[in-house]
Nanobody, 112 residues
Framework: QLQLVESGGGLVRSGESLRVSCTASGFGFNSYHISWFRQAPGKEREAVSC????????HYTDSVKGRFTTSRDNAKNTVYLQMNSLRPEDTAVYYC?????WGQGTQVTVSS
């Protein structure tokens, strides 16, 4: 079964850090780019980052550059999103995605 499962969300205070993970199963994970998206209440889903098959090809949306880092461990079929200096506006459900496959999302809440 093709599947992406996010984990690691939670409640943190402004300025703190959090790492969310996306673990894949059922397909050749190593060959695919993986994207992180987020959706805040009442807002459209937006792209946060995208990582290619290696750590050398990573892109970020402007609002998270310098604060968020995406990496992958192909041996573990897992992609990580390290989020530092979190802000209340980062509060959202975070999803990982590749092609037409989406995870169920993990809630990240940042209190001021």
């Amino acid at each position: 079964q093709l599947q992406l499962v996010e984990s690691g969300g939670g409640l943190v205070r402004s300025g703190e850090s959090l790492r969310v993970s996306c673990t894949a199963s059922g397909f050749g994970f190593n060959s695919y780019h993986i994207s992180w998206f987020r959706q805040a209440p009442g807002k459209e889903r937006e792209a946060v980052s995208c990582i290619g098959s290696t750590d050398e090809n990573v892109h970020y949306t402007d609002s998270v550059k310098g604060r968020f880092t995406t990496s992958r461990d192909n041996a573990k079929n897992t992609v990580y999103l390290q989020m530092n200096s979190l802000r209340p506006e980062d509060t959202a459900v975070y999803y990982c995605n590749t092609l037409e496959l989406w995870g169920q999302g993990t809630q990240v809440t940042v209190s001021s």
